[in-house]
């Protein structure tokens, strides 16, 4: 099994930053793509950034150029760095790692984004 714990979350003021972290444990070898998706009030989960093992990287359209994903395969850690935040990104954000062809979440943090 793995756990995924994310911390970060908060208020923001529109034009802020927030550094997202998740972090796995458990059994965490062999840990593929790691990602965050995102879910507003109403609307359906999203994949805002993704991740690979390798590095390579996934962006949604609208996060593109102020959101940044990277990992510490060290820590198992997964993070998301957004910036120049609106208040359109408010949301819950929820990690999601691969491993072995199944997909593990973690319970979410919210991020909210005044104007």
């Known amino acids: 099994q793995v756990q995924l714990v994310e911390s970060g979350g908060g208020l923001v003021q529109a034009g802020g930053s927030l550094r997202l972290s998740c972090a796995a444990s458990g059994s965490i070898f062999s840990i593929g793509t790691m990602g965050w998706y995102r879910q507003a009030p109403g609307k359906q989960r999203e994949l805002v950034a993704e991740?690979?093992?390798?590095?390579?990287?996934n962006y949604a359209d609208s996060v593109r150029g102020r959101f940044t994903i990277a990992r510490d395969n060290t820590k198992n850690t997964v993070y998301l760095q957004m910036n120049s935040l609106k208040p359109e990104d408010t949301a819950d954000y929820y990690c999601r790692i691969v491993r072995y062809s199944v997909n593990y979440w973690g319970r979410g943090t919210q991020v909210t984004v005044s104007s």
């Open positions: 991740i690979s093992r390798g590095g390579s990287t």
